[in-house]
Nanobody, 116 residues
Framework: QVQLVESGGGLVQPGGSLRLSCAAS????????MSWYRQAPGKERELIAT????????NYADSVKGRFTISRDNAKNTVYLQTNSLTPEDTATYYC?????????WGQGTQVTVSS
């Protein structure tokens, strides 16, 4: 079955960085678009980054453009989100997602807390 497992979250000071990872299994990873979402308490879920199956096409929400970078390693079935210049407004649970056979799959999420 499809599984997505995020890791790499934690507590970081403003201005800091974290590299989030999402290990995928149960489907042909290299053939699927992957995305990262985030959801902060009391706020709607936000799509923040998407990467094409081969990794050559990326898109970002305006809120993270220039600070976050999505990438993937198809040999490792893993998608990454490098987060830089973090601010308290980036505090949220971060999820990776994949649409496989017209169904959306989500990981359990990894918490990112930006605080001094």
């Amino acid at each position: 079955q499809v599984q997505l497992v995020e890791s790499g979250g934690g507590l970081v000071q403003p201005g800091g960085s974290l590299r989030l990872s999402c290990a995928a299994s149960g489907f042909t990873f290299s053939s699927h678009v992957m995305s990262w979402y985030r959801q902060a308490p009391g706020k709607e879920r936000e799509l923040i980054a998407t990467i094409g199956s081969a990794g050559g096409s990326t898109n970002y929400a305006d809120s993270v453009k220039g600070r976050f970078t999505i990438s993937r390693d198809n040999a490792k079935n893993t998608v990454y989100l490098q987060t830089n210049s973090l601010t308290p407004e980036d505090t949220a649970t971060y999820y990776c997602t994949a649409m496989v056979v017209f169904k959306d799959y989500w990981g359990q999420g990894t918490q990112v807390t930006v605080s001094s």
